[in-house]
């Protein structure tokens, strides 16, 4: 039951008594006839059952008013927390409301951009410089360089012991857009013609001005920023492919252009390796010799060695001969004469003592 049943409800009690407090009034006043004992007991008994009524309506009238508090205050809390949590979800979508609009803002200054040519130029230049400079070192590329006809590529990537290799991003995308928002078959063939021409132009004037024989490579890159707008012209276009490629000038979109970068990551990798392979064959050409000097020069301490050896060995032998001869001369025997005396001849076992041996 709501408070507002309660309250109509107290109403309606409230005035119920009221009438019958009136009514039960003009019944109990006085009269021209004697008091009768009985109708004033049947009072009494009235006014008692009255007293007693005003008191459970009292009551009870206290109760629905507590039990009506304490229900307004309930729902003024959950009023109020419902509150909160819309003002919170208001917030959120204030929060997301305002991110929508800034998104709006930022779409229509890319629409902007890309509906100017030269702001359509710088852009797909900037994507360009931005996959380059994030995966070369500076002296690997150039942007803007001058070349001898006085052209002027978007940049240059250099090449280790070649010609530099010519990347160009100033892609017409004019009929592109045209054929992608082309409504009927009509303006899909006007667009499709309108593609081929523009493109096909922008690969000649590519071909002309940046394949320059014994400066440039003989091939060079036409850079697409965007992977969609290279699907359609791959799924559609075949022939400007084909034209591309008899022109010597490959259309590349942004992952293909890292994949190309890539690759001349490895060339250059490559490049040092065998630059370093060829110091590493003139160090070991340099420790050969160094072996085979130091192979002579112990060659020639050999030789020294066997010289000194025979020296020695031509001398022990010439000791043994003295050796043998003196040993001969001892025991020489005189006719006559008593034997010498071993102090003058001392024998081998003497002269071993008397060495200390």
């Keep these: 039951m709501s408070e507002t049943a309660l309250v109509i409800i107290c109403l309606l009690a409230g005035l119920a008594v009221g009438a019958l407090i009136v009514f039960l009034v003009f019944l109990a006043r006085p009269r021209a006839a004697a008091p009768d004992t009985a109708a004033v007991e049947g009072l009494a008994q009235i006014n008692a059952r009255i007293d007693a009524m005003g008191s459970w309506l009292h009551k009870t009238q206290g109760q629905l008013q507590q039990t009506m508090h304490e229900r307004l205050d309930a729902a003024t809390a959950r009023t109020s927390d419902h509150l909160q949590q819309l003002h919170a979800r208001l917030a959120v979508i ?65 090449l280790p012991g070649a010609a530099p290799l010519v990347i160009d991003a100033k892609f017409p995308l004019e009929a592109v857009t045209a054929f992608r928002e082309a409504g009927t078959e009509e303006e899909k063939r006007l667009a499709m013609a309108r593609v081929r021409q523009d493109v096909a132009k922008h690969i000649v ?45 490959t259309i590349v979109s942004p992952s293909l252009l890292m994949l190309a970068i890539q690759v001349i990551q490895q060339i250059r990798r490559d490049a040092r390796m065998r630059e370093a392979a060829d110091k590493i064959l003139a160090e ?74």
């Design 205 to 249: 004037d590519i071909a002309e001005k940046y394949l320059i024989p014994g400066e440039t490579q003989d091939m060079a890159l036409m850079f697409v920023p965007s992977e969609s707008i290279y699907c359609d012209l791959y799924d559609s276009f075949d022939d400007i492919f084909q034209k591309a490629y008899r022109a010597k000038v």
């Design 284 to 357: 070991v050409g340099l420790l050969v010799g160094d072996v085979q000097r130091l192979k002579d020069r112990v060659e020639n301490l050999d030789r020294h060695f066997s010289h000194v050896g025979k020296d020695i060995e031509q001398i022990v032998t010439s000791a043994e001969k003295i050796l043998s001869r003196g040993e001969r001369i001892q025991h020489v025997e005189f006719d006559g004469d008593e034997e010498p005396s071993a102090d003058i001849f001392p024998g081998p076992g003497q002269r071993k003592l008397e060495a200390g041996e």
């Design 94 to 158: 204030d929060s997301a409301q305002k991110n929508i609009t800034d998104l709006a803002s930022q779409v229509t200054t890319l629409q902007q951009v890309l509906g100017n040519k030269q702001s359509r130029g710088a852009f797909g230049q900037g994507q360009m410089e931005a996959i380059i400079k994030d995966r070369l070192p500076k002296d690997c590329y150039e942007f803007q360089a001058t070349l001898s006809n006085r052209a002027r590529p978007d940049c240059c990537v250099y």
